[in-house]
Each structure stands twice: as structure tokens, then as C-alpha cells.
């Protein structure tokens, strides 16, 4: 299995420290200081923009890494789920819908939604396999094409 890259790496270890309690109570404790020395600096625009800049700064970086994380997260998720449904008797036109659009996932979730309420099993198969294979086929719902045979996948 490949080895992540290093910013990756940084990324994972920025998100996994930056989660724990005791990182939490530091941060409180930095505000608590900055806010206790308000009175020895007079409250000046200089004390302000300390607190400011440095929690700008951190927050515009943390985006980065987090969201480095987190993408890293929802693909090895997908790929996790995309095996498990071409390894089952599941849907295999569920593979890649995290592709549609917006519109596309509602209309999905819809029929799913009704799918709570159906008692025959079959039928809401059907309806899900048409439903699908009609927006991969119909300009109505912003056609995309279906995902590509993800290779090293067994084909159930």
C-alpha cells in the first residue's frame, strides 16, 4: 500500500492532536491569559490585534489540513463502500453516486426514503435500478455518465 506524502502525514497528525481535549483546554487557557493581561495593556488595539491575527492565522491554516484530512477520509470511505457493494448482492449502479449533483442525490434519497415504507423488496430494487439508470441515461436530472470499473475491485 503506497505511504502517504509528507504533507499528508503533517495533515493527519495536525488533525489527530488538534482534536484532543487537552489541545482544547490550551487554547482555553491562551485566551484566559490573553484576556487576564487586557488591564496591563490597557485594552489597546495592539493587545486586540494579538488575539486577532493569531486566531486568523491558525483558523486559515487549520482549514488546510483539515480539509486535507477529511478529503483523504471521504475517498478511502468510498472506495471501502464501493467494495462492499461490488462484493455483495447490493446495487451496483450505487457505486460512485457521490458524483451526481445535489438534485441527482435528493431524487436518490427520495426514492430510498420510500424505500422505508415498501414491503416488497423487489419492486424497490426495480424502482431504484430504473430510477438510476434513467438519470445516468435522461437529460432531466443532469445526465453524467457512470463511474468506471475502479481497478484491483472484485466484480461481485
Same mark, same amino acid.
Given at each position: 500500500?503506497?505511504?502517504? #506524502?509528507?504533507?499528508?502525514?503533517?495533515?493527519? &497528525?495536525?488533525?489527530?492532536?488538534?482534536?484532543?481535549?487537552?489541545?482544547?483546554?490550551?487554547?482555553?487557557?491562551?485566551?484566559?491569559?490573553?484576556?487576564?493581561?487586557?488591564?496591563?495593556? %490597557?485594552?489597546?488595539?495592539?493587545?486586540?490585534?494579538?488575539?486577532?491575527? %493569531?486566531? &486568523?492565522?491558525?483558523?486559515?491554516?487549520?482549514?488546510?489540513?483539515?480539509?486535507?484530512?477529511?478529503?483523504?477520509?471521504?475517498?478511502?470511505?468510498?472506495?471501502?463502500?464501493?467494495?462492499?457493494?461490488?462484493?455483495?448482492?447490493?446495487?451496483?449502479?450505487?457505486?460512485?453516486?457521490?458524483?451526481?449533483?445535489?438534485?441527482?442525490?435528493?431524487?436518490?434519497?427520495?426514492?430510498?426514503?420510500?424505500?422505508?415504507?415498501?414491503?416488497?423488496?423487489? &419492486?424497490?430494487?426495480?424502482?431504484?435500478? #430504473?430510477?438510476?439508470?434513467?438519470?445516468?441515461?435522461?437529460?432531466?436530472? %443532469?445526465?453524467?455518465? =457512470? =463511474?468506471?470499473?475502479?481497478?484491483?475491485?472484485?466484480? %461481485?
Amino acid at each position: 500500500m503506497p505511504k502517504a #506524502n509528507g504533507f499528508s502525514r503533517f495533515a493527519s &497528525t495536525v488533525a489527530e492532536y488538534s482534536g484532543r481535549p487537552s489541545v482544547f483546554v490550551l487554547a482555553l487557557i491562551s485566551i484566559a491569559v490573553w484576556g487576564l493581561t487586557g488591564p496591563i495593556f %490597557g485594552f489597546s488595539e495592539t493587545w486586540q490585534l494579538v488575539i486577532n491575527t %493569531g486566531t &486568523t492565522i491558525v483558523t486559515f491554516l487549520m482549514v488546510f489540513v483539515l480539509q486535507n484530512t477529511q478529503n483523504r477520509d471521504v475517498r478511502a470511505l468510498h472506495a471501502k463502500l464501493d467494495e462492499l457493494i461490488l462484493t455483495s448482492a447490493a446495487e451496483n449502479s450505487y457505486v460512485g453516486i457521490e458524483r451526481l449533483d445535489e438534485k441527482e442525490l435528493k431524487r436518490l434519497a427520495e426514492i430510498l426514503q420510500q424505500h422505508a415504507h415498501d414491503e416488497d423488496d423487489h &419492486t424497490l430494487r426495480e424502482k431504484v435500478s #430504473n430510477a438510476i439508470s434513467r438519470q445516468a441515461a435522461g437529460p432531466e436530472l %443532469g445526465a453524467t455518465s =457512470p =463511474p468506471p470499473n475502479t481497478p484491483g475491485l472484485r466484480m %461481485g
